[in-house]
């Protein structure tokens, strides 16, 4: 890992110091998406079978697993295993179940009622990526939320094969249909809907670039998603006293998903960087995964920085999608960090755990988005509206203002619809 002093920087210097990777972007790509999501559109699941032996290698044994076969499947796992995902479970349930949405009621003034309302988003799509390892969290973030939400049509998508353990998190989760299909073309399923796939509101779950561009596509027809998915990524802050083995392990827990994550340390000396990078090189070699950690490492830096306010400024222009404080009293720098998607404080808090089973959501906002973005609750499974209710009175008062504001904006009928009903009570 490279390491920079902050304040040796010039300003041109100090950009490039918090960019990231380039997203790999093409007209290819568009293009080549765009054909994917008209082929589904208009073939459906023959559509479906189709990419599924082009992109996936063969085509599924079925194109549907309900609530029963997924149960079925997934009672082949370890009990060991069992006994993790509830354990998850249970914290996950805690955490967001506390979420749950309170209406608000106002009396404006004296007659005229406003309230805030939430009610579940009806049919919600949950897309669980596949790859090298069956990403059994990625089932528990989505689907538990959406169930305890309330949702009534809860459906995913994986590429196959479909492991017995995403079919057991799915069971335990409520999910009622899962379909083996992955890439853009289990997207478009889910957006446009097919003979067997059920077109759904907002479609939920990270995955790869086809994925993502499939999901922006779909979110410009009318279709909501979750938000855009970049590389996984993690700023460490830490003071001299902070554990550099803890801190490397916590780099090379992020720079493991891909070699176009990025794993960033903000301290406050050379010498603690340096001993940041000796444990990572000697982590690294244990790792099955290591080619594509010291991939990501590569474009990874630490930066050193001449105070800990500084490095919550740093941290903040970078706006990490998981950040962790390893300092001496992590808590009081809590109130001056403003971007990131989830902090973890103290050295007894790894971003692993986030990643599990401690109970928030995993599912965050990345490439710099958590200045404005949330990470995922209960909340983006609902839909708020607001209700407002006038007694006679309350119009009688609020008339004027109303009829004054609109002949201010020119809108005769908007006055008049006030005016007609003061006319009918005088």
């Known amino acids: 890992m490279k390491v920079l002093n902050w304040n040796q920087l010039c300003d041109a210097e100090q950009t490039l110091a918090l960019a990231r990777a380039d997203q790999v972007q093409s007209r290819d790509l568009t293009q080549a998406v765009a054909g994917i999501l008209d082929q589904v559109r208009s073939g459906g699941d023959n559509a479906l079978l189709e990419l599924s032996e082009k992109f996936d290698g063969g ?18 796992i370890d009990a060991s295993l069992k006994a993790a995902i509830d354990a998850a479970i249970d914290n996950l349930t805690a955490f967001h ?15 005229v009622v406003c309230e805030l309302r939430s009610e579940a988003i009806e049919r919600v799509g949950l897309y669980v990526p596949g790859g090298s390892a069956p990403l059994v969290s990625s089932v528990l973030m989505q689907a538990l939320p959406a169930k305890l939400a309330g949702c009534e049509v809860r459906v995913m998508t994986t590429p196959p094969p479909v492991s017995d353990a995403i079919c057991y998190a799915a069971w335990r989760c409520g999910v009622q249909q899962l379909f083996p299909v992955g890439g853009a073309q289990a997207i478009a399923a889910l957006a446009f809907g097919t003979e067997t796939v059920p077109k759904v509101d907002k479609i939920f779950g990270p995955g ?22 970049g590389p996984s ?29 990025q794993a960033m340390l903000v301290c406050l000396s050379d010498s603690f960087a340096e001993r940041v990078n000796a444990a990572l090189v000697s982590q690294l070699t244990t790792l099955s995964r290591k080619e594509i950690a010291a991939a990501a490492l590569s474009q990874s830096r630490a930066l050193v920085v001449g105070s800990l306010e500084q490095a919550c400024e740093v941290s903040n222009a970078y706006g990490p999608e998981h950040l962790i404080v390893q300092t001496k009293a992590p808590r009081e720098l809590l109130g001056t960090l403003r971007a990131a998607g989830s902090i973890f404080l103290g050295p007894w808090s790894p971003e692993s755990v986030g990643d599990y089973a401690s109970g928030t959501n995993h599912v965050l906002p990345t490439y710099g988005a958590s200045r404005s973005a949330s990470s995922l609750s209960l909340a983006d499974f609902c839909r708020r509206y607001t209700v407002q209710e006038l007694s006679r009175d309350g119009l009688k008062g609020l008339a004027p203002t109303v009829i004054a504001l609109a002949d201010a904006e020119g809108l ?7 005016s007609l009903r003061m006319a009918q009570l005088d």
């Open 59 to 76: 085509r599924p044994d079925a194109l549907t697993y309900d609530n029963d076969e997924l149960g079925r499947r997934g009672q082949r």
């Open 97 to 111: 179940d506390a979420q749950q949405f309170q209406p608000v009621r106002v009396e404006t003034r004296p007659g």
């Open 208 to 229: 790869n670039r086809f994925v993502t561009e499939a999901k922006t596509q779909v979110s410009q027809s009318g279709t909501a998603i979750d938000m855009p998915a």
């Open 233 to 261: 990524e993690v700023l460490v802050i830490a003071d001299d006293d902070a554990n550099p083995e803890f801190v490397a392990a916590d780099l090379l827990s992020q720079a493991e998903h891909g070699e176009d994550s």
């Open 412 to 418: 005769d009928a908007h006055a008049k619809a006030v």
